[in-house]
C-alpha cells in the first residue's frame, strides 16, 4: 500500500433531528395535550492520534466523512436518538487545519483526542411550545445544521532522531541493522520512498528518504520529506564513504536544509560516516579531520562489522540519552 503523508478531505457534523407534532391519546379523552418530542442531536467529529504513520492510506479512495444525523422526536413527548459521533485515527505528528476557519491543531501524543466540529441541536416538538395561552400549539422546529468544512492534514514524523543524506548513504541499512524496521534496501538511489521509523533502545528513529540537491524547491523527491525531520530532536547525518567529496556531499544536505527551514540547522546534528569496509583507515581518519571543522560529534560504522556495529550503538544511546533529557 503506497505511504501517504498528505489529504485533503470534506468532515461534516450530523443535522439534529426535526422535532414533531403529535398529540398524546388517552382514553376517554377527545383532546390530549401536546406529547411531540424534540429532534436527538446531530453526532460530533472529533480525530485521535495512534502511533500509525501508515494510517492516512486507508482514506486515500474517501474524500468526505459525515457523523450521523440525529434522529426526528417521537410521540408520547419521547425524544430522537442522538446521532453518532465520528472518529477519525490520525498519525501522531498530524497538522490538521481547517480550510474554511484557516485554524489548524496538531496531534503530539498517542491517545490525543481533539473535537473538529459540532453536530446540530435537535429542534422542538410542539409539547415544547404549549403554555397557558397555547394549549394546543402546532409549532415545531427543524434541527440546526452539523458544523462542516473542508480540511487538509499533513503528517510530520515525530521522532527522537532523524537519519538524513544523500540518496544511496546507507540510512536504511544502518536503521536495520539498528532497529527492527526491515526497510528496503539496494545499492541503487532513491531505494527508500518513504519515511521508515525504527525503535532503538526507546528511541524512535525516522529513515528520511535521500534528499539531493534542489530537494527544498521539489527536485527528486522533493521537499515533502523535509517536513518529516522538522520535529526530530537530533540529526543522524549519513555519510557513505564511497562518496569521494564527503564534504560537498555534507554542505549539499545543509544547504537544502537551510533552504527549507532555518531552524533545521540550528538542531544538534552527529556526522556518521557509513560503509567503512570500502575504504583505507588512512582514509577514514583524513575524511574525519575534513568533517571536524563541521560537526564535533563524528561517528564511523560499517553495518558487516560486528565490532564498528557495537562500538556505535554504544555511542549513539549515550548521545540520544543526551538530548533526549
Request: net charge positive; aromatic share 6%; charged share 30%.
Amino acid at each position: 500500500m503506497a505511504f501517504i503523508d498528505e489529504l485533503k478531505i470534506h468532515m461534516k457534523a450530523g443535522n439534529g433531528g426535526r422535532g414533531i407534532v403529535s398529540w398524546l391519546h388517552e382514553k376517554g379523552k377527545e383532546y390530549g395535550g401536546p406529547a411531540g418530542g424534540d429532534g436527538g442531536k446531530g453526532g460530533d467529529v472529533y480525530v485521535r492520534a495512534v502511533r500509525d504513520i501508515g494510517i492516512l492510506a486507508k482514506y486515500r479512495h474517501e474524500k468526505e466523512f459525515r457523523a450521523e444525523n440525529g434522529e426526528g422526536g417521537k410521540s408520547k413527548s419521547m425524544h430522537g436518538r442522538n446521532g453518532d459521533d465520528l472518529e477519525i485515527l490520525l498519525p501522531v505528528g498530524s497538522l490538521v487545519t481547517n480550510l474554511s476557519a484557516k485554524k489548524n491543531i496538531e496531534l503530539l501524543k498517542e491517545g490525543e483526542r481533539v473535537l473538529l466540529l459540532k453536530g446540530g441541536r435537535g429542534g422542538y416538538g410542539n409539547e415544547h411550545f404549549k403554555g397557558s395561552k397555547n394549549i394546543r400549539p402546532y409549532e415545531w422546529t427543524p434541527g440546526k445544521r452539523g458544523e462542516e468544512a473542508d480540511f487538509f492534514i499533513e503528517l510530520r514524523l515525530v521522532a527522537d532522531a532523524g537519519l538524513i543524506g544523500l540518496p544511496n548513504a546507507g540510512k536504511s541499512s544502518l536503521l536495520n541493522e539498528l532497529s527492527n524496521a526491515n526497510a528496503k534496501v539496494g545499492s541503487y538511489q532513491f531505494t527508500t520512498v518513504e519515511p521508515n521509523l525504527g525503535d532503538f533502545y526507546g528511541y524512535i528513529l525516522a529513515d528520511i528518504p535521500g534528499l539531493i540537491e534542489g530537494a527544498s524547491v521539489g527536485k527528486g523527491l522533493g521537499h515533502k520529506f523535509l517536513r518529516h525531520i522538522e520535529r526530530t530532536k537530533i540529526l543522524l547525518h549519513c555519510l557513505s564513504l564511497e562518496n569521494e567529496d564527503v564534504l560537498g556531499a555534507y554542505k549539499t544536505v545543509r544547504a537544502e536544509l537551510k533552504a527549507h527551514n532555518l531552524a533545521l540547522i540550528e538542531k544538534p546534528e552527529a556526522i556518521i560516516l557509513t560503509k567503512t569496509d570500502v575504504a583505507f583507515l588512512a582514509e577514514v581518519a583524513k575524511k574525519r579531520k575534513q568533517l571536524s571543522k563541521k560537526c564535533p560529534n563524528i561517528f564511523s560504522v560499517s553495518i558487516i562489522d560486528d565490532g564498528s556495529l557495537k562500538k556505535f550503538k554504544k555511542n549513539l544511546a549515550s548521545l540520544l540519552k543526551k538530548h533526549s533529557a
